[in-house]
């Protein structure tokens, strides 16, 4: 399991590439978003989260969700199919087989 901290103006966490972003709400709105990047079935995702979708490809986990998506403020990238939850100021990132 990864920890990430991201921090939050609009609610959530951005994600995206220079092109174009998502913002993945966390569930209770501004301030420190804790961001869990899984293998599938490294926790429990069903009851305590919520799901809200699904991302297949390459991207960028921004540090701001109001960020411009510039270099600086990429915390990581990452690739693959990933379920998204969310649970009160948690966002979490459960990797999916391809």
């Given at each position: 399991?990864e920890?990430?901290?991201?921090?939050?103006?609009?609610?959530g966490?951005?994600v995206g590439?220079?092109?174009?972003?998502v913002i993945l709400?966390?569930?209770?709105?501004?301030?420190?978003?804790?961001?869990?990047?899984?293998?599938k079935g490294?926790?429990?995702t069903?009851g305590?989260?919520?799901?809200?979708?699904s991302?297949n490809?390459?991207f960028?986990?921004?540090?701001?969700?109001?960020?411009?998506?510039d270099?600086a403020?990429?915390?990581k990238?990452?690739e693959?199919r990933y379920?998204?939850y969310?649970?009160?100021g948690?966002?979490?990132f459960?990797?999916?087989?391809?």
């Open positions: 399991m920890k990430l901290t991201t921090m939050s103006d609009i609610g966490v951005l590439t220079k092109e174009i972003g709400t966390n569930g209770r709105g501004d301030g420190e978003t804790k961001v869990l990047i899984i293998k490294e926790i429990e069903t305590e989260y919520n799901f809200f979708t991302l490809g390459k960028n986990i921004y540090n701001y969700d109001c960020s411009k998506r270099d403020d990429i915390i990238s990452i693959g379920g998204i969310y649970n009160s948690t966002v979490v459960e990797e999916w087989d391809s």
